[in-house]
């Protein structure tokens, strides 16, 4: 079972590395426009999301500039924001994305696409997690193995490692 499951999970990340690329690209650029204009970066992780925000603010390798949201966060027209949901109709994050944008705050969002229009509509950058059911079939004819927070960290660092080139270009 693990061989099975590390083969599809191996799949998944190979192919947001190679389908997400120009997405991942643009993402970094909108993100380090905060950065370079000495804004911040806020991160917000909606459900077993957050450990992407955990890893961003608390993580062995942290990006200059990034804070967690809060809701007494004051954002400017110099901030961005990351949002990541495990899906991109996820109300909560839908909401706060709404909120950015009647802001005029830009902001990259990270979740699997859904049939239903979401986060993809309404975000500056979208990075699909192409994740949309388990990676593994159970006893019980369903999926089981649904990494959604391996696959937004992978997409995560990659953004990540995206952004720092973008940034040491500028310095």
């Known amino acids: 079972m693990s061989k099975m499951f590390t083969t599809q999970l191996s799949g998944l990340l190979k192919r ?15 993100l380090a426009q905060g950065l370079i204009s000495e ?28 804070k967690a949201w809060t809701p007494d966060a004051r954002l400017t027209e110099a901030d961005r924001v990351l949002l ?10 839908f909401s706060f994305a709404k909120t950015l944008s009647s802001e005029g705050i830009p902001f990259t969002a990270m979740a699997s696409k859904t049939e239903t229009a979401g ?10 997690l192409r994740l949309t059911k388990g990676l593994l ?21 990659l953004l990540k490692m995206t952004i720092e080139e973008i940034i040491a270009e500028y310095e």
């Open 16 to 30: 947001i590395g190679e389908k997400e690329e120009y997405s991942i690209e643009d993402a970094g650029r909108l």
């Open 39 to 66: 804004g911040s970066i806020y991160m917000k992780g909606f459900g077993e999301m957050a450990a992407i925000e955990v890893e961003a603010v608390s993580g062995a390798e942290t990006l200059k500039g990034v």
């Open 84 to 93: 990541a949901s495990r899906f991109s109709d996820d109300t909560e994050a």
């Open 119 to 128: 986060l993809e509509e309404i975000a500056d950058a979208f990075i699909d």
């Open 137 to 157: 079939p159970n006893d019980e004819g369903g999926r089981t193995g649904f990494p959604s927070s391996i696959a937004g960290l992978y997409a995560y660092f």
